[in-house]
């Protein structure tokens, strides 16, 4: 893990943050800056930097996140109303925080 990485630290609990959910495997919380009412990350336990760096081993990661935001979605009530999931893939797509993530977004009044 790089000592740098803030979303490993969160997931070391060397920055307390409220988990919405936890399990061997991942982490969910609240996005620190929403961008919806409901905007929630979804983190491997696993530092893997973004998309581009998954090695085809860690395929039951990936499929794990989107089972994950399927439920995560039910819990935060946005199942039927709606959502969206992003991958940020670098800086050129937004990527901040160089520990891959999903982010789950919904909750719009519409
Ligand atoms: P990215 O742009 O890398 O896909 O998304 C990173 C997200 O992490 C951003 O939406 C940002 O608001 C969120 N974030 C950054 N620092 C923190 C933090 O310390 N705590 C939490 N809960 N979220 C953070
Ligand atoms: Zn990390």
Redesign the pocket.
Known sequence: ??SD?L??KIVNREIPTEFLYEDDDFVVFRDINPAAPVHVLLVPKK?IRSINDLQKEEGPIVSGLFMLAKDMAKEQGVNTSGYKLLFNVEKGGGQVIF?LHLHLIGGWKR
């Open positions: 893990m790089p990485c979303f490993c530092h520990h």
